[in-house]
Nanobody, 122 residues
């Protein structure tokens, strides 16, 4: 089993920044890909950003390109999401996820964190 622990959520004004962290209990085949999804009320869960933990290759959702940056510290088994120039549309619950492949589909991920709330006010 892999446990994922998220931190860093909060409330911020539009244009502000937040940094999220996701610490994995260990790296396995199922943490070959780690990343972030978000879900707003009444919306489906969408990929924000993912990273291959061996190569550091990254992928981003179209709505966050140029504003968000995903990175990792393998010594700490931790993935970060730096969020800049935040918009009200970024509001939602952010979930850390891990699985063998970096894809758009939430069902392809094996492990999930509890979620952390991000609220951006206008």
């Amino acid at each position: 089993q892999v446990q994922l622990v998220e931190s860093g959520g909060g409330s911020v004004q539009a244009g502000g920044s937040l940094r999220l962290s996701c610490a994995a209990s260990k790296y396995t085949y199922y943490t070959n890909c780690m990343g972030w999804f978000r879900q707003a009320p009444g919306k489906e869960r969408e990929r924000v950003a993912t990273i291959y933990t061996d190569s550091s290759m990254t992928l981003y959702g179209d709505s966050v390109k140029g504003r968000f940056t995903i990175s990792q510290d393998n010594a700490k088994n931790t993935v970060y999401l730096e969020m800049n120039f935040l918009k009200p549309e970024d509001t939602g619950t952010y979930y850390c996820a891990a699985g063998p492949y970096c894809t758009l589909v939430p069902g392809n991920y094996n492990y999930w964190g509890q979620g952390t709330q991000v609220t951006v006010s206008s």
